[in-house]
């Protein structure tokens, strides 16, 4: 089992150009074999969102992506989160704010 982190499935929403080792990688593993967690939906999310205040065409490309093909994939494969898994996210959402700048 392999729990797909953000970045690994932005990189793979456009193979070409996604890195050569990540998407071999991808290529070769079952899609059953990999999930993704309840906060790369919210990452995956709020990324769309804010895109879309600020480039509608773009906005729309991501939901698109997002419906028609990240949900339908990882139907039954997303891992649920639980108070120690949110409070781990809270603290990673808080230094990386911190490290970009914002209050």
Avoid: H
């Avoid at 990540?22 to 059953?32: E, Y």
């Amino acid at each position: 089992m392999f729990q797909l982190d953000t970045t690994v499935i932005s990189e793979l929403r456009r193979p070409d150009k996604a890195n050569p080792l990540v998407a071999a990688w991808a290529g070769s593993t079952p899609a059953a074999r990999t999930f993704l967690s309840a906060i790369s939906i919210l990452e995956i999310e709020m990324g769309a969102l804010l895109i879309a205040r600020r480039d509608t065409a773009q906005g729309a490309v991501l939901r698109t992506w997002i419906d028609d093909q990240i949900l339908p994939r990882f139907e039954g494969q997303v891992l649920p989160v639980d108070p120690a898994v949110a409070r781990c996210c809270a603290g990673f959402m808080c230094r990386r704010r911190a490290q970009s700048g914002m209050p």
